[in-house]
């Protein structure tokens, strides 16, 4: 799939420059030049959960309480606080700092996705990556299915050697992540009564 340009949020779809995604002239799409030293293909992960909770009460600790829950389910991130001022919402910026396999990454990150009860993303602002929460109803809405991606839209080079064992970390991080969730809301909602 070619890169394309990051679009607004009015168009409803997010991509990112092609800048760095060089492609020599002549080449089809997908094809690769000798000198390529690993695929140009985004690392995408995907994991679903089944939460005994509402939409309503999953969305109020993923979305509405953010910046407080954001760190419990993924213990990666070590900081995390907003840039821009108020509550969370599209156009929102904020940084985190995340210590993932022993390496300190520190970025900063735009809500680009936020309906309530629904859905909420977010894109790395200089950085290639990706995240979205979906929620849908089951269960007459006493439970709720979540679905949880993460997309790193372009491994560095010195990187690239390590693709596969990027993408089975990337996996298991996303499946991590579902069942922290999981677990967290369940638990806020027991101890709610």
Same mark, same amino acid.
Do not use: S
């Given at each position: 799939m070619p890169a394309r340009e990051y679009l607004t949020q009015a168009d409803n779809s997010y991509y990112y420059s092609s800048k760095y995604n060089y492609k020599p002239a002549g080449c089809k799409t997908g094809a690769r030049s000798m000198f390529s030293l690993g695929s140009k293909e985004p690392v995408v992960a995907t994991a679903k959960i089944v939460i005994d909770c509402s939409p309503e009460h999953v969305f109020s600790y993923l979305g509405e309480g953010f910046f407080e829950n954001y760190p419990k389910w993924s213990p990666e991130v070590v900081e995390l606080e907003p840039v821009t001022s108020g509550p969370l919402r599209l156009g929102t910026i904020a940084r985190q700092v995340r210590i993932d396999q022993g390496r300190r990454t520190e970025t900063k990150f735009k809500i680009n996705e936020y309906e309530p009860n629904k859905r909420l993303g977010f894109a790395g602002v200089a950085d290639p990556f990706r995240c979205s929460y979906e929620l849908r109803c089951i269960d007459s809405g006493k439970s709720s299915e979540l679905t949880f991606t993460f =997309?790193? !839209? &372009? /491994?560095? $080079?010195? $990187? @690239?050697?390590? &693709?596969? !064992? /990027? @993408? %089975?970390?990337?996996? =298991?991080?996303?499946? +991590?992540? %579902? @069942?922290? !969730?999981? +677990?967290l809301t369940e638990a806020k909602k027991h101890a709610a009564g």
């Open positions: =997309e790193l !839209l &372009e /491994i560095q $080079m010195f $990187m @690239r050697p390590f &693709e596969k !064992l /990027i @993408r %089975v970390v990337v996996q =298991e991080g996303a499946q +991590r992540t %579902v @069942r922290n !969730l999981k +677990r």
